[in-house]
């Protein structure tokens, strides 16, 4: 008799596209019905007429779960994926089932904010790095690759101003969740993540060795381990 595989949703980060899950998607689909897409203004998707936001791009989950009929999913973010998939354990907690966090960045305020938005310039990452330019402009399809950066630069603006996931609001969320970050990721700290870990309730918390903040340098092997390691945990 075969078992049916437990749904999992692949969520991506800032600028990025569902076309950066293919390693990760091969690694786990022999145990997992695997789902990915794409927020609006992101890879194939054009802009949405709701907004560029974290409530809008959470909704957009959603409706992808409307939509294809599931009614409990795990989640698994990465970096801005990880939070909106924590944004919606917050709101939405009977939809979501364990989520798993990977270079999520938690400690949003003005100091933080201006100093991610000055990396999001899309004339100086034209001059300064004409590679990732040409990467973004490949991956994202539907819109013009500046203006996904730009939007992204507000987004991050308005995450410095209001940050959706205080330590209070992490403190409500009921779904198991594990947070993983890089030993070497340059954008996102040590003490954030572990002040997250320890305001959720129900954590685990992982570091991955020699590991970068670019999802495409993660060991994928490696985080396809602690996917499955950490849903299929039972917690007492």
């Keep these: 008799m075969q078992h049916q595989k437990i749904p999992i949703l692949l969520l991506h980060g800032a600028l990025g596209a569902a076309s950066q899950f293919e390693a990760l998607t091969a690694a786990l689909e022999q145990h997992y019905d695997v789902h990915t897409l794409e927020f609006s203004g992101h890879g194939q998707q054009p802009f949405s007429a709701e907004g560029f936001s974290i409530p809008v791009f959470a909704g957009e989950v959603l409706r992808y779960l409307e939509e294809k009929n599931i009614d409990f999913i795990h989640l698994f973010g990465y970096s801005m994926g990880g939070y909106v998939a924590l ?82 609001d992490l ?42 903040h670019p999802l495409e340098k993660v060991d994928v092997p490696l985080l396809a381990y602690h996917i499955r390691r950490f849903t299929t945990s039972q917690f007492d």
């Design 171 to 212: 403190g409500q969320i009921a779904s198991p969740c594990l947070v993983m970050m890089g030993d070497k990721d340059g954008m996102v700290s040590f003490q954030e993540t572990i002040e997250a870990y320890k305001s959720l309730p129900l954590a685990q918390l992982a570091i991955l060795p020699d590991t970068v």
């Design 87 to 168: 944004y919606l354990c917050r709101h939405y907690p009977e939809r979501i089932g364990h989520v798993i966090t990977l270079a999520t960045k938690f400690n949003w305020n003005e100091a933080t904010a201006t100093r991610e938005v000055k990396q999001l310039n899309p004339e100086l990452i034209e001059e300064k790095v004409p590679a990732f330019a040409r990467t973004l402009e490949a991956r994202h399809s539907a819109s013009d690759w500046k203006e996904v950066v730009n939007m992204t630069a507000l987004l991050i603006a308005e995450l410095g101003h209001t940050n959706l996931l205080k330590a209070a």
